[in-house]
Nanobody
Framework: DVQLQAFGGGLVQAGGSLRLSCVGS????????IGWFRQAPGKEREVVAC????????YYPGSFEDRFTISSDNAKKTVYLLMNNLKPEDTAVYYC?????????????????????RGQGTLVTVSS
């Protein structure tokens, strides 16, 4: 079964950087899209970025592309989210989700619709 686990959260000062890792197991990692989402207390879920592990195509539906970078290492079954110039409003639980790739564009679908395959999140706290 699909299992995902996110690592790398912590406390960082505004302007700092963090790299989150999402490790997958129990499925053919290279045949899936992986997405990063976040949820702050009292706020709705936000989608950050998604990537196709098969094609290496990425998608940033919001305004994160100038500061955040998603990447994938199929050999390590890991998707990363590098976050630079962090702001206090980036404080949230970040989690990853997966969707099996049936169509090339499914990494976009994952970002737009989410997935029931998701792991526990990792807390990122940005202090001012």
């Amino acid at each position: 079964d699909v299992q995902l686990q996110a690592f790398g959260g912590g406390l960082v000062q505004a302007g700092g950087s963090l790299r989150l890792s999402c490790v997958g197991s129990g499925f053919s990692f290279e045949n899936y899209a992986i997405g990063w989402f976040r949820q702050a207390p009292g706020k709705e879920r936000e989608v950050v970025a998604c990537i196709s592990n098969s094609e290496g195509l990425d998608y940033y539906p919001g305004s994160f592309e100038d500061r955040f970078t998603i990447s994938s290492d199929n050999a390590k079954k890991t998707v990363y989210l590098l976050m630079n110039n962090l702001k206090p409003e980036d404080t949230a639980v970040y989690y990853c989700a997966a969707m099996r790739l049936e169509y090339i564009s499914d990494y976009v679908t994952l970002c737009r619709k989410g997935s029931s395959y998701r792991g526990q999140g990792t807390l990122v706290t940005v202090s001012s």
